[in-house]
């Protein structure tokens, strides 16, 4: 395996979408508590993640970490800019995701309702994805990419970071880089607006919420 100083970092582009796409299906989608679930498959899903990935990877805010021995990407953050929410294409959640998905969005939405201030600011950056190939794990990677993407929020004027968490270990990390929660939806009393089931109740623990953190920058 190649040492921490044969990683290559580097912005993320268009040219990047079907292999980020790819790593999503195979290293978040079949781990991802909230998405375990609700049963959603890679092999299912047609528009997620290729929608979010578009939607982010044209801003230019999104990092990609790349192995220098063989140019395989071993992690990503991919993250978005309030500033540009208005020119991103609509989604009809309807016919762009799967129902399986839906039941996802859902708990996301509600997690976020009362909190457009923080998604919506024109000097916000949000935090959608951090996913690191377990191959490259313990290596201070996704340590290095919320400082590297911090770098690049205060670059584009950005004072606000925010990160929707569906498991522990992402809050953990977003926590120790200084955010600090603003809402928590507990899995086992949530209730699926569209259903009135309890579709993520039976989520084993360490996994017990989806939070939303915020961490302030100080922009010089």
Excluded at 53 to 65: A, P, R, T
Excluded at 131 to 160: D, M, P
Excluded at 166 to 190: H, L, Q, W
Aim: charged share 25%; glycine share 4%.
């Amino acid at each position: 395996m190649a040492s921490n100083s044969n990683l290559t970092y580097r912005i993320l582009t268009s040219n990047d979408e079907s292999e980020v796409v790819r790593f999503v299906q195979d290293h978040f989608i079949p781990v991802e508590p909230a998405l375990v679930a609700a049963n959603v498959r890679a092999e299912e899903e047609h528009a997620f993640p290729s929608v979010i990935i578009k939607n982010s990877l044209w801003q230019g805010v999104s990092i990609g970490v790349f192995d220098g021995t063989n140019g395989n990407l071993c992690a990503i953050r991919i993250n978005m800019l309030g500033k540009n929410d208005h020119c991103l294409p609509y989604e009809d959640n309807d016919s762009m995701h799967t129902e399986k998905q839906l039941v996802v969005h859902r708990i996301l939405e509600y997690a976020n309702e009362g909190l457009e201030d923080y998604l919506c600011k024109k000097n916000c950056m949000q935090h959608v994805f951090v996913i690191v190939n377990q191959a490259y794990a313990r290596r201070g990677i996704a340590t290095e990419l919320y400082k590297r993407s911090e770098e690049l929020a205060r670059e584009n004027g950005c004072e606000i970071m925010k990160a929707t968490c569906t498991n522990c270990y992402t809050r953990r990390s977003v926590e120790k880089a200084g955010y600090v929660k603003v809402k928590e939806v507990p899995y086992a009393t949530y209730v699926d607006g569209a259903t009135g089931r309890k579709p993520f109740v039976d989520i084993p623990p360490p996994h017990t919420s989806v939070s939303v953190l915020i961490k302030t920058l100080h922009v010089s």
